[in-house]
C-alpha cells in the first residue's frame, strides 16, 4: 500500500495556506483470492497419452479473468522421457500483464495431510507477483512430481488424483479527495406510518373494546405481529374481518393524551387484581398506566420504538414506567412482538424495586423470559430485600400464582447463604453421629 500526497500552491510565509491547500489520495494494492479443485479420474487411462498433451479442467473465474488447469500426464517436455507428471496454471481469457499470485497442491487422499505444495503466498518474491502476458500464459512446473514416485504415493486414490489451485489476481486502487458530498437522511418510515395512523386514513379495521372503538390498518398489524397476520390473514382468519372484538379488558375510562395513540389490543394482568376503580390513588395509576401502555403499544407498532413512559405518566413516574413496562411485555408476548418484549425486558431489568420485583418476577415466568428472572432471584434473594419484598401485595400474588418459583428462590437462598458462609470461612461440617471436623458433640438448636 502506498501514499501519495499532491499538494497546490503555497503563498509564501503562510502556513495557514498550507494545510487548507493539502489533499491526499491513497494506493491500495492487494490480491482477489480464489480457489479451484480439479480431480483427475482414471491416472492409468490417461498415460501414455504422450509428451505435451494433456488433461484440462474446466475453466473457473477468479478476480475477473478465466483460468484453466493443464495436467500433462507424460510431462511436457521431451527431454525428461516422461519421467515426470507436469501441473500448470494458465491465463484463459483474454489479457495483458495480469499480475497473479499462485498456488499449486496435490491433495494427499489419504488424510495424513501431507500435501505437495508449490505456492507464491505467504512468502516474501523478489521480482514480485508472477505476471501473465497473453492468454495461454502459464505458470507451473515441468518437474512436478516425478511418475514412478507418484504411482506409489497416497496422492494417488483408486486411480484418480485431486490437484487443488489457489488464484491471488493483484488489484490496485487509488483513492482521491471526494469531490461530492451526498446527505443520506435518516429513515423515517415510522414516522411515516405513525402520521397515516393519526390522520385515519385507510382504516379498515376497528377494534371494540367495551363501548369505545380504535381505527388501524389491517397490513400494518399484519406485517408487525404473527398473530395479527394469522388472525386477519392465515387459513383460518377472515381477510374481510372488519371489527375485533376485545373482551378481555377493559377501554380507559378517560383520556390524558390524543385519541389517535390508542391501542386496546392487551389484556389486564397482575394489578388488575389488586385494585378496582375508584378505590384508591393506586387505581387511578393502575389505569393510568393501562392507557399509556395501550397507548404506547401501538405506538409501537407504528413507530417501531417507544414513546418516553415517564414523560407520559408524570408523577410518581417511575413505579407508574414500570407498570407500563409490565403490561406491555404481557401484551408483545400475547402478539409475538420480539423486539417490544425485549425492550421491556430490559427496562424492567433496570427498574428492579422492592414494591415491583415479586410482579416483575412472575411475569418473567409467565412470559419465559430467562434473563429477567435470573435478575429478580438474585435481587429478592438478597438478605436486605426478602423480608420486605415478602410484606409486598405482588409477593402473594408470586405465591397464589406461580408456586413454583417459592421453591426456586428457596434454593437461591440456600446457595447465596451457603456461598456467605463459606466466604467469611465460619462452615462446619456436621457428620451422621452429630459430631464436627474435629470429633466434638454439636447440639442440635431446636426452632
Not at 507424460?74 to 497473479?100: C, H, M, Q, T
Request: aromatic residues 8%.
Amino acid at each position: 500500500m502506498g501514499t501519495t500526497r499532491v499538494c497546490g500552491e503555497v503563498s509564501s510565509g503562510s502556513s495557514k495556506s498550507l494545510s487548507q491547500s493539502l489533499t491526499v489520495s491513497t494506493s491500495t494494492t492487494e490480491t482477489v483470492n480464489g480457489v479451484h479443485e480439479f480431480k483427475i479420474c482414471g491416472y492409468s487411462l490417461a498415460k501414455g497419452v504422450g509428451v505435451g498433451k494433456y488433461v484440462a479442467s474446466d475453466t473457473f473465474m477468479i478476480g475477473g479473468y478465466s483460468w484453466a488447469i493443464y495436467f500433462y500426464p507424460d510431462g511436457k517436455s521431451p527431454e525428461d522421457n516422461s519421467s515426470y507428471v507436469s501441473l500448470f496454471i494458465a491465463l484463459a481469457s483474454e489479457g495483458a500483464d495480469v499480475r497473479a499470485l499462485f498456488e499449486l497442491t496435490l491433495v494427499d487422499q489419504s488424510g495424513n495431510g501431507k500435501h505437495k505444495v508449490h505456492s507464491h503466498f505467504g512468502r516474501a518474491l523478489e521480482s514480485g507477483p508472477y505476471t501473465l502476458k497473453y492468454r495461454g500464459s502459464m505458470w507451473g512446473y515441468k518437474r512436478f512430481f516425478r511418475r514412478s514416485s507418484l504411482e506409489s504415493s497416497d496422492y494417488l486414490k483408486e486411480n484418480s488424483l485431486l490437484v487443488r489451485c489457489r488464484v491471488g489476481v493483484v488489484k490496485s486502487v487509488t483513492e482521491g479527495p471526494r469531490c461530492y458530498n451526498i446527505p443520506v437522511p435518516v429513515s423515517n418510515l415510522g414516522q411515516q406510518l405513525g402520521n397515516l395512523l393519526e390522520s385515519g386514513k385507510g382504516c379498515d379495521v376497528i377494534f371494540q373494546v367495551d363501548e369505545e372503538t380504535f381505527n388501524a390498518h389491517k397490513l400494518v398489524l399484519a406485517t408487525r405481529s404473527p398473530v395479527f397476520k394469522a388472525q386477519l390473514f392465515g387459513p383460518l382468519g377472515n381477510p374481510n374481518t372488519k371489527c375485533i372484538t376485545i373482551e378481555d379488558m377493559e377501554a380507559p375510562i378517560f383520556k390524558v393524551l390524543p385519541l389517535t395513540l390508542l391501542m386496546v389490543v392487551s389484556y389486564r394482568i397482575v394489578y388488575s387484581r389488586m385494585y378496582h376503580p375508584g378505590s384508591s390513588p393506586g387505581a387511578l395509576l393502575l389505569f393510568s398506566s393501562l392507557l399509556t401502555r395501550d397507548k404506547a403499544l401501538l405506538h409501537f407498532i407504528y413507530w417501531d420504538e417507544l414513546p418516553d413512559l415517564q414523560e407520559l405518566m408524570g408523577a410518581d413516574s417511575t413505579l407508574a414506567s414500570t407498570l407500563v413496562a409490565q403490561h406491555l411485555l404481557a401484551a408483545a408476548d400475547r402478539y409475538a412482538l420480539e423486539r417490544l418484549k425485549a425492550i421491556c425486558e430490559l427496562k424492567l431489568c433496570e427498574g428492579i424495586a422492592i414494591n415491583t420485583v415479586a410482579t416483575t418476577l412472575a411475569l418473567a415466568e409467565q412470559h419465559h423470559c430467562s434473563q429477567l428472572k435470573a435478575v429478580c432471584l438474585k435481587f429478592v434473594a438478597l438478605p436486605e430485600n426478602l423480608k420486605a419484598v415478602m410484606h409486598t401485595d405482588g409477593f402473594d400474588y408470586l405465591k397464589k400464582s406461580c408456586p413454583s418459583l417459592l421453591t426456586e428462590l428457596l434454593e437461591y437462598v440456600a446457595r447465596l447463604s451457603e456461598h456467605s458462609v463459606i466466604a467469611s470461612g465460619h462452615r462446619k461440617e456436621i457428620f451422621a453421629d452429630g459430631c464436627d471436623g474435629n470429633g466434638r458433640r454439636v447440639k442440635p438448636r431446636l426452632h
